[in-house]
């Protein structure tokens, strides 16, 4: 039965990574072990890499870590949470987030029941994929990255047909509303206030459908003061990866909740123009977010209203922020007016309508290979 297992053991506490590594060493076990958590994002690419089939996952050192990768790794292998004493609370986040086990005890007799039972229990069932969380964040404000998160999310749901979640997570702002004419009852801060008991029938009643996607608004009074701290903020993410294909979050900026939200998502998408000032703030930004930790190769820089006649051209812009862009949109000025005048997604025939589309399929993945884009698309490859 200990054969079939290769195990990974995420344990940053150093005496219950004493004590596991011990106990199968004792029982013969092969094991991949990690002294620290993993960046967001990462764990599941570490199993396959590995070739691990099952995590052993430390709760104790950072539960609000530890929670969010019980949820990246779930899908993937069996995750055994390990804490040294049994704590009821944490024990029921855990299985919330998708851990099968609960282990308090690290002697070679427990760990052995719980490797013979996961083994009667095994099956080749593929298990849901969970979400990917974008976070758009804007360089400076009145860059347009609201509105390019409401396209995006729209147009993920059209081509991707997965369920796809939008959340305006700026509260002063509270654009997304704005733009897609919407009014709720209610708002990002009764999710947040309600993160430890969410399920599909309370979370039903949160969001508003809007063409074809999932809208959690912000509270329509810029009085109404919503506190994302990082335990809720992990609590909403992991719920979020669950139910949805894609999550599209809009936050306010790099800094305060903004950099939480960022640092918990896959991707980060950040939105400048190729004005100077934009690109000054947008150099800033970038620097709190990596201090946040959020590591550089997540970010993914998107360019609005490009206009290069009036503004720093593509190379310029490289250039100051030292990084390349992910994506260049032009400049549309009347599809985005009119889109904003009538409540709906921009015209898929618009330029900013196709530009959303070039975004949306390289994202998923679907970008055609050779396929010739214009300057208002993604980026063309770069002849040697």
């Known amino acids: 039965m200990r054969s079939q297992w290769k195990l990974l053991i995420v344990c940053p506490h150093p005496a219950m990574s004493r004590q596991i590594r011990t106990t199968v060493g004792d029982l013969g076990l092969e094991v991949c ?16 890499q590995q070739e691990c089939n099952i995590c052993f996952l430390d709760v104790a050192s950072n539960q609000e870590q530890a929670l969010q990768l019980i949820a990246e790794a779930a899908p993937v292998v069996p995750v055994v949470a390990l804490n040294t004493q049994n704590d009821a609370d944490l024990i029921l986040r855990c299985l919330r987030r998708g851990a099968c086990e609960f282990l308090a005890d690290l002697s ?24 990917t ?59 947040v206030r309600d993160c430890l008991r969410l399920d599909a029938d309370l979370w039903g009643r949160l969001v508003t459908k809007c063409h074809g996607i999932d809208v959690l608004t912000a509270p329509e009074s810029p009085g109404t003061r919503v506190n994302i701290d990082r335990p809720a903020a992990v609590e909403l993410i992991c719920f979020w990866r669950e139910h949805y294909g ?12 903004g950099c939480d939200l960022a640092s918990l998502s896959d991707e980060v998408l950040l939105v400048t123009t190729n004005e100077l000032a934009a690109l000054h703030g947008t150099k800033r930004s970038i620097e709190n977010l990596e201090q946040s930790g959020v590591a550089r190769g997540r970010l993914k820089l998107l360019v609005t209203r490009y206009t290069p006649s009036t503004g720093l051209k593509r190379d310029d812009v490289e250039t100051a922020l030292k990084m390349s862009p992910y994506a260049l949109l032009g400049n549309d000025y009347a599809a985005v007016q009119d889109a904003i005048l009538e409540g709906k997604p921009a015209a898929p025939g618009s330029q900013f309508g196709r530009s959303i589309n070039a975004l949306a399929e390289r994202l998923l993945g679907k970008e055609k290979s ?11 490859v770069r002849q040697s």
């Not at 072990?33 to 396959?48: C, D, I, K, N």
């Not at 396209?151 to 939008?166: P, T």
């Not at 894609?246 to 909740?257: E, F, K, R």
């Not at 050779?370 to 063309?380: D, M």
Request: net charge positive.
């Open 108 to 131: 070679p007799e427990q760990l052995t029941g719980v490797l013979e039972r996961l083994g009667l229990l095994r099956t080749p069932m593929e298990q849901a994929k969970p979400a």
């Open 33 to 48: 072990l990690l002294s620290e958590y993993p960046r967001p994002g990462t764990l599941a690419g570490q199993v396959a």
């Open 370 to 380: 050779g396929k010739k884009r214009p300057l208002f698309g993604l980026l063309p």
């Open 246 to 257: 894609a999550v599209i979050i809009d936050v306010a900026g790099a800094y305060g909740p």
């Open 133 to 191: 969380v974008y976070c758009v964040v804007p360089g400076k404000g009145g860059c347009g990255a609201s509105t390019l998160a409401t396209h995006l999310a729209i147009e993920l749901r059209r081509i991707g047909g997965s369920r796809v979640l939008l959340v305006d997570a700026d509260c002063l702002m509270a654009s997304v509303s704005f733009l897609l004419k919407l009014k709720s009852l209610f708002h990002l801060g009764d999710a």
